[in-house]
């Protein structure tokens, strides 16, 4: 039952205390999204109520079917831009046959995240890392406090194309700047994050909100340029029915699935992100699930389609939610809204809402992680970089897929270029260990070259693990025995097996040999497999370093050894020209 219906892992989690959290947190959440959701549907090129339709049903749907406890689903600004990219083509913005495509659109979107949640692909996004997670958060937190300042400040701006024409036009204006406007803002912002330092669990920015809106009133602010969200329509959602013909899948296919994919790497990214903060696992194919199922029901409720909603998540978990029943409240208090008290939503003022906003953006900023990354991993100090930058100056879309790539590149190259460490029996330990000579100078056996080697071999990385084991051979050519202790190979392809089979024949030819011992049994299967095995000898192979040294040492050159002073090894005692005797070797 918790594998159909996921919601039933959390329903026995909810009590008194937690219902009021949510509750408070629903609220919150319905008031935030009415300015957000008439904007996103402007850009989306839909009636402004379209916006809130998209607030509605998939938010509950995604709620129920989803694996995180605070991820708001919903209309976005990345996605309406998208939507409208795709679709505008098509037919007029803001016409039937418009809102028909976007509905449509909407309902393959949510077939294509469905499919790849039940063929358990939630595993892709685990290739997006903790530190593509927190610059994209970063990047989305500056795009959206940059996006309230003229809200905040109340001056006009033009609708920018990037993240520097957005400052340079607010740089421009800023002798504009409404006093009245500002000080709303002002005041919304100083109570909301006062009242989060002192009260951390209270509804504080559904509070600020409230002091602003009568701040506003007594300042009489429509007279002094004070904008307002103003009146909303008082319906709810209309059943609407998507267009499936092939005419029209021809058309808008390669856009849904653009929009699905984007719509999961945001949705993941955002239910990560504040997992990461609340400690809580999530379940990437539950999250595709969910995603689809919201934005499948939601076309037939005139909702088009949404993802994870980065400001309304933070304001959720900002606000306190403990479940996803606050989501289920958000969508409630907003139907009622539409209903009931849509035209007192007239009084909300943009430079409290905007002031709120900014809060949440800044609260989005992970300032612990981002200086425990810069302080630790330069690869992951590059990634966190490029994603934040790619965030800010690159459609936001890309910029998940920036990251992730540089994650691989960096991941490909640290694998493909797998190390050797040079060991050496410690004469003052009476097991007589193998060190690292780098950690601990030791002096080595004249004729044996020990060697571990640290990473798989396979094909992307046998070019540079045959250039480093000649160059260590090459630096020692009195040593004629090698052996590789292959214990930290976890993995070996048809490329790796072919190489170590032509750098053995290469060394016999040369008058030496290589054996390997502690192979992990899959990497043996190969060997075997692959004809390695058989043409190197089952000689060259040993189950442990101890069997592989008491082999190789009594095939040792005997008149070297009767001239050797070193004399590391326990089996040395039994060796020509030895006047006395180790401890038995271990």
């Not at 959390?10 to 008439?38: C, F, H, K, N």
């Not at 520097?164 to 709303?184: E, G």
């Not at 330069?378 to 970089?385: K, P």
Request: a neutral charge; hydrophobic letters at 50%; aromatic letters at 10%.
């Amino acid at each position: 039952m918790h594998v159909f219906f996921p919601f039933l892992r959390w329903l026995p989690l909810i009590t008194v205390r937690s219902m009021r959290a949510d509750l408070i947190a629903g609220i919150t959440g319905a008031v935030i999204v009415l300015p957000q959701g008439v904007a996103f549907a402007t850009i989306a090129g839909l009636p402004p109520e379209y916006g809130l339709y998209a607030a509605i049903a998939p938010v509950l749907v995604a709620a129920l079917f989803g694996s995180s406890f605070h991820m708001i689903s919903g209309p976005t600004t990345a996605i309406s831009l998208v939507v409208f990219a795709n679709i505008s083509k098509l037919a007029e913005p803001f016409g039937p046959d418009y809102i028909q495509l976007v509905l449509t659109l909407t309902f393959l979107t949510g077939v294509c995240q469905f499919v790849l949640g039940l063929a358990r692909l939630g595993g892709v996004v685990n290739f997006v890392s903790h530190s593509v997670v927190v610059g994209f958060t970063a990047g989305a937190a500056v795009l959206i406090g940059s996006s309230q300042f003229g809200h905040f400040f109340g001056l006009v701006l033009p609708k920018s194309a990037s993240f520097l024409s957005t400052w340079f036009d607010l740089i421009r204006a800023m002798p504009a700047i409404n006093s009245y406007v500002a000080a709303v803002g002002f005041l919304t912002l100083g109570i909301a994050a006062g009242i989060k330092a002192w009260r951390p669990h209270a509804p504080a920015l559904l509070m600020a909100m409230v002091i602003g809106s009568i701040l506003s009133v007594l300042l009489e602010g429509e007279k002094h340029g004070i904008r307002l969200v103003g009146a909303l329509p008082d319906r709810l959602p209309p059943l609407s029915l998507p267009n499936i013909s092939l005419n029209t899948f021809h058309d808008i296919a390669p856009g849904a699935l653009a929009v699905a994919m984007l719509g999961l790497a945001e949705a993941v990214s955002i239910a990560r992100a504040v997992a990461a903060r609340s400690n809580q696992k999530i379940d990437n194919n539950q999250e595709f699930i969910g995603q689809g199922l919201a934005n499948m029901v939601g076309s037939f409720f005139s909702a088009y389609a949404g993802s994870g909603s980065f400001t309304r998540t933070g304001v959720n978990y900002e606000a306190g939610a403990k479940t996803p029943l606050a989501a289920v409240f958000s969508a409630f208090f907003l139907a009622m809204i539409l209903l009931f008290v849509a035209p007192l939503t007239a009084y909300l003022p943009l430079a409290s809402m905007a002031g709120v906003i900014l809060l949440v953006a800044w609260n989005l900023i992970d300032f612990n992680s981002i200086r425990h990354i810069l302080g630790t991993d330069r690869s992951e100090a590059a990634v966190l970089i490029l994603t934040f930058l790619a965030t800010l100056f690159i459609q936001l879309e890309f910029a998940i897929y920036a990251g992730v790539i540089l994650s691989l590149v960096l991941y490909l190259r640290r694998t493909s270029h797998p190390h050797f460490v040079t060991l050496a029996a410690d004469p003052t330990d009476c097991h007589r260990r193998l060190i690292n000579i780098q950690k601990k100078p030791l002096q080595e056996c004249p004729q044996l070259k020990i060697l571990r080697l640290d990473g798989s071999i396979f094909f992307g990385a046998v070019n540079h693990i045959s250039e480093e084991l000649h160059n260590i051979i090459d630096a020692s050519p009195e040593q004629y025995h090698i052996l590789i202790i292959a214990s930290g190979i976890n993995f070996m392809d048809a490329t790796g097996c072919h190489m170590l089979f032509h750098e053995n024949r290469s060394l016999r030819l040369a008058g030496r040999e290589i054996s390997l011992c502690s192979l992990k049994r899959e990497v043996l299967d190969m060997l075997k497999r692959g004809g390695c095995f058989a043409n190197m000898g089952s000689e060259h192979f040993f189950t442990s370093k101890d069997e592989a040294i008491q082999s190789i040492v009594s095939r040792l050159d005997p008149e070297r050894c009767a001239a050797c002073t070193v004399r590391i090894f326990t089996e040395c005692s039994n060796r020509p020209g030895t006047k006395y005797s180790w401890p038995e070797h271990s």
